[in-house]
């Protein structure tokens, strides 16, 4: 059932570059984008808030070319909206539904062209979820990337019950869920996190037995090891010093030095669905920056922040028009 194409503009406001290079000199707001057409397996969403990722500005600068799709490119993986259009194959969602995911289903392999900071994206029905009715859309929008990226991580080690965790950048986006599933979906006995000073309370709310300020102690060096280190931050080699003999290190911020796992993302509605009950429990909660929510207009300072390494867990834009 399609929607009525009245209420459907054929053209939409979208941040979007042409070319590639720093995003914040490439990036233009454009409100003349026709709007993306869907295929069969896909809904359109009128996008409410979206969440910005690493991954943007390195796609901007070109880091996969090869696979990208052509431009003109608005960024945004993470979507938090409502359906406004289904596929003819889709099943799970209708009409009216609000929804929310990481829209690419592998983030360097062909990305959709016009992501989510747009007034309107595309996805497929397999990437996307119902979004928990407790979480707002700026909530909600924070997690896709992230708690999946966490969630794959902590499955691809196969952490169970009992075991102890050492996560490397502990108050970033995907750390700060990687702690939350380690200790309430996992059953961790312990959580330990490196941040720096001004973080280490956070550490804590979220659960963390051990903070451990990076400004002031060395983790690889403490005599307590670790069954697994989750490194979000890059820093393999020193990860490997601080494991137990049998014990495991994964990346997502390569090189992985070998015995090291690199964990390759895929985004999954699936996960989101089994992690609702936690959501919903709020045993497992969104962690976003003190800046978050970010109007539309402020995409590019929002960029520009998100580069320097320093925000805690994630910039989210919303309203967007």
């Known amino acids: 059932m399609a929607a009525s194409t009245t209420s459907i503009p054929s053209h939409i406001k979208a941040w979007v570059y042409n070319e590639y290079g720093n995003i914040e000199d490439t990036l233009k707001l454009d409100s003349n984008i026709a709007i993306p057409e869907i295929k069969d397996d896909q809904v359109l969403i009128k996008v409410l808030a979206a969440a910005l990722n690493p991954i943007d500005y390195k796609r901007a600068l070109g880091f996969f070319k090869d696979s990208d799709s052509p431009f003109p490119t608005a960024p ?13 194959q889709v099943k799970k969602f209708k009409v009216g539904d609000e929804v929310y995911g990481d829209i690419n289903e592998y983030a360097v392999n062909n990305p959709k062209a ?51 965790i050492l996560v490397l950048g502990g108050a970033g986006g995907v750390g700060t869920l990687v702690i939350q599933l380690a200790k309430q979906v996992f059953g961790a006995a312990k959580v330990a996190a490196t941040a720096s000073t001004g973080k280490l309370e956070l550490l804590r709310k979220l659960g963390v037995d051990l903070p451990i300020d990076y400004t002031k102690e060395n983790f690889e060096e403490l005599p307590e090891k670790f069954d697994f280190v989750y490194d979000t931050v890059g820093e393999t080699e020193k990860a490997l010093k601080a494991i137990k003999e049998e014990g495991q290190v994964i990346t997502i911020a390569g090189p992985a030095i070998p015995p090291a796992i690199f964990l390759f993302v895929h985004s999954d509605g699936g996960v989101l669905e089994k992690l609702k009950p936690y959501l919903e429990s709020r045993k497992v909660k969104p962690v976003l920056a003190p800046e978050s929510p970010l109007p539309f207009s402020k995409v590019i300072e929002a960029f520009s922040y998100l580069k320097t390494n320093r925000a805690i867990g994630k910039l989210v834009i919303h309203p967007i028009p």
């Open 114 to 164: 016009i992501g989510s900071v747009a007034e309107y994206t595309t996805a497929e029905e397999k990437v996307l979820a119902h979004k928990p009715s407790n979480l707002s859309f700026v909530e909600a929008a924070s997690l896709p990337a992230a708690i999946i990226t966490a969630y794959q991580g902590l499955e691809r080690v196969q952490f169970s019950a009992g075991k102890s």
């Open 76 to 88: 945004g993986y993470d979507v938090a909206g409502v359906v406004v259009k289904v596929g003819s």
